[in-house]
């Protein structure tokens, strides 16, 4: 029963107009698949080009190490800060 057209009144069964034209994408499969095969040669020439893509475990390595290396970077100013601080009060303003 869900196979069934909706039929309407005013539906004589006719065709207006073939959409069934040359060049679209339903009418000739070789299309498909000349298209799959000119996505898969554009992949192919990315990989060439940019290499490789990143796991996700490498992508996490990647991400924590360079915000360990910001950490240290801003813990070692933080530290030169604070001995400039420190030598200012204590030995040059005395």
């Not at 006719?14 to 339903?26: E, L, Q, R, Y």
């Not at 000349?34 to 992949?43: G, N, T």
């Not at 950490?71 to 303003?93: D, E, K, S, Y």
Request: hydrophobic share 45%; aromatic share 12%.
């Amino acid at each position: 029963m869900k196979d069934q057209k909706k039929r309407y009144d005013d539906d004589d069964g006719k065709t207006i107009v073939n959409m069934d034209v040359d060049g679209a994408p339903w009418h000739d499969r070789n299309v498909k698949f000349a298209e799959r095969q000119a996505r898969e040669s554009d992949r192919k020439q990315k990989v060439e080009m940019y290499g490789e893509r990143m796991t996700n475990s490498e992508a996490r390595h990647y991400t924590f190490y360079a915000l360990l290396a910001g950490l240290a970077l801003t813990a070692a100013l933080a530290v030169v800060w604070i001995v400039l601080v420190l030598f200012m009060t204590q030995v040059w303003f005395k």
